[in-house]
């Protein structure tokens, strides 16, 4: 299990023009700018790929207004709002599958927060358990392929997810902040 | 202290599917892209001959910078290009 470098650490690097800083901050928001795009404003996913690109063109070349290097995650969830926003503004080469009211929305995005937590906290966890529950739960990988990508008996597949699940929620319910912004 | 249900923890994990694959990547070469494209409109201001090449074929500088000509990239290098 490697030590993540907290948000404002890995901002401070990327100033600094660290590559592997830069392919690290990338890593870590990928899923929440997607999701943002995808769920809480259900663009399609061609025009998602335009905003997600710009997000991150406009995180590097404007990282040195962040005013607080802590506060990156609430900045681009902001910025990918705002892009999204626009983005169905200019009329989008697909129409979306569905319109989502403002209060709907509002509740993906403050859902996709607390996961965004949950994952922060996910990263604690020993590798296996990463794997593990990533694997099962966000890239619906069945039992079956499971077992045979990590080469463990199919039969102890749900007793080491729900351990991991058990550990996980120890390590959500040892925080005082659970939805607080990711490790800064 | 907030509670967490395993079918809860479950829901959450799931919110966050991955970008599909190359998105990542993309982004990742961004700095790369951007010097390359910084050095491509420098010489391109000081050499006529260099703008004129790379205007015609705004792909081709830029795969020969070693930078997927992504119709992103073109367009920015097609706005920042110098005038004649």
């Given at each position: 299990m490697a030590i993540a470098l907290s948000d404002a650490e890995l901002v401070h690097r990327c100033r600094a023009g660290d590559l592997d800083a830069w392919n690290e901050l990338v890593e870590r928001f990928s899923r929440y700018v997607y999701a943002i795009c995808?769920?809480?404003?259900?663009?399609s996913d061609a025009d998602a790929e335009d905003v997600y690109q710009e997000v991150f063109t406009r995180v590097y070349t404007r990282?040195?207004?962040?005013?607080?290097?802590?506060a990156i995650r609430p900045w681009i969830a902001q910025l990918t709002r705002r892009l999204c926003l626009d983005q169905r503004a200019a009329g989008s080469r697909e129409q979306p599958t569905a319109e989502p009211v403002d209060a709907t929305r509002e509740q993906v995005l403050a859902d996709l927060d607390e996961a965004f937590a949950v994952r922060d906290a996910l990263a604690e966890l020993p590798d296996h358990c990463q794997e593990m529950l990533d694997r099962f739960?966000?890239?619906?990988?069945?039992y079956r392929t499971i077992s045979s990508e990590?080469?463990?008996?199919?039969?102890?597949i749900a007793s080491r997810i729900a351990r991991c699940l058990g550990r996980l929620r120890e390590s959500l319910e040892g925080r005082n902040h659970p939805a607080s912004p990711s490790s800064g | 202290m907030a509670h967490y249900s395993e079918e809860r923890l479950g829901e959450l994990l799931g919110l966050l599917r991955p970008a599909p694959e190359g998105w990542a990547l993309a982004a990742q070469e961004l700095p790369f892209a951007r010097t390359s494209l910084d050095g491509i409109v420098a010489q391109a201001e000081q050499d006529a001959g260099f703008r004129k090449q790379v205007v015609a074929d705004l792909e081709a500088a830029l795969e020969h910078q070693?930078?997927?000509?992504?119709p992103r990239l073109v367009e920015e290098l097609r706005r920042r290009l110098p005038e004649p």
């Open positions: 995808v769920q809480g404003f259900r663009l990282l040195d207004t962040l005013r607080d290097d802590s739960f966000a890239r619906d990988e069945s990590l080469d463990i008996p199919q039969g102890t | 070693g930078i997927e000509p992504s």
